[in-house]
């Protein structure tokens, strides 16, 4: 071959791959490189955006902590691959009514997202006028099969491995037991006003499901506890409610029903807050509980046997909620007041 030829090729090569390099940016860009959440840097103060693309319209949820509800907004804009995306967060009260919007600008450089922040909060030193947000280094918490992620390229979340002789669920399965308890934040130091309202049981579906509410009656807590909720015997009083720091007392007054014959017994709950979770476990029963003197085995929930429930729903939250009438025999019977056919009611005495 000769040098003239071999030079024209190799200008020919580099400068198609000069050609593949130029376009290479343009083509990387497209909305799965943009699309998804976004945040700022782990250990920074937290801004969180989450971008859904469909064409050009972009819709999405931007939140300081999106587990506390206050400080989430809506997303409403455009995204072009060469100018970003334009956009507005909306943040609105309970009622519905806008209590701000902000204009805001997204571009992706170097592999993260720089947004630009407008508006007064921001020409008043309130926020972050521009704010670099990164992909999160965590990834996905996988399942049972792989997690995938955008943007393409990045590797998936893989299960960890299953300890041995952990078969499928059910009875005789060998289910191996699930993970700890994992504490969402610390437990929060408890005042009465933190518990008015209903929390709903993390066991039971539908009409069975345990709803706990707590109400201040003058300087006191009480409750009640029900599932279903129109049957007496699936209702009990919440009584002896105590507050010690961070720790929640209280008894599930069973006067007429239970497993202990006769079913009059007091069943003692401990209960600790985190968030919108309330972590309960059975104490025992019929034990008095004395906040001045905690035995030590009653200083903490104890380690196995806790149920979660979340909450609270604020009581006017609740208003017109009724079960009764509803399948009163049992799924499928209606609101017939006379047992179906093999179905026996107890009777008082009998």
């Not at 004395?290 to 609270?312: H, I, K, S, V």
């Amino acid at each position: 071959m000769k040098s003239g030829s071999a030079s024209k090729i190799m200008k020919g090569m580099l400068l198609s791959c000069a050609t593949l390099l130029v376009a290479q940016p343009a083509a990387a860009h497209n909305a799965d490189y943009w699309r998804g959440g976004w945040r700022t840097p782990l250990g920074d103060a937290p801004h969180i955006y989450e971008f859904v693309i469909r064409g050009q319209r972009v819709t999405g949820v931007y939140c300081r902590n999106c587990s506390d509800a206050t400080t989430i907004g809506f997303i409403d804009g455009k995204w072009d691959e060469k100018v970003g995306i334009d956009f507005t967060v909306t943040f609105a009260n309970p009622d519905g009514k806008i209590r701000s919007a902000e204009r805001q600008h997204a571009m992706l450089v170097d592999g993260r997202l720089v947004v630009t922040r407008t508006g007064s909060a921001c020409s008043a030193g309130l926020q972050a006028c521009s704010l670099t947000l990164i992909k999160d280094p965590r990834g996905a918490d996988p399942g049972g099969a792989p997690a995938y992620h955008l943007p393409p390229g990045t590797p998936p979340a893989l299960p960890a491995p299953r300890p041995p002789g952990a078969g499928g669920g059910g009875i005789g399965g060998g289910r191996a037991a699930g993970p700890p308890y994992w504490q969402a934040g610390p437990f929060k130091a408890l005042q009465p006003p933190d518990l008015v309202g209903t929390w709903i049981a993390s066991f039971g579906l539908g009409m069975n499901r345990q709803l706990f509410t707590f109400l201040r009656i003058g300087d006191r807590i009480r409750g009640v506890v029900c599932g279903r909720c129109d049957n007496p015997y699936t209702t009990g009083a919440i009584e002896n409610v105590l507050i010690v720091g961070d720790t929640l007392y209280f008894d599930i007054v069973h006067e007429d029903w239970g497993e202990s014959d006769p079913p009059t017994f007091r069943r003692n709950i401990v209960a600790q807050v985190v968030q919108n979770e309330m972590i309960a476990a059975v104490l025992g029963k019929d034990l008095v509980i004395d906040p001045a003197r905690l035995p030590p085995n009653l200083a903490a929930r104890p380690a196995r046997g806790g149920f979660t429930l979340l909450g609270p729903i604020l009581p006017e939250a609740t208003r017109g909620n009724s079960s009764e009438g509803v399948d009163v025999w049992g799924p499928g019977t209606g609101s017939a007041i006379q047992p179906p056919p093999g179905r026996t009611p107890i009777r008082p005495g009998q």
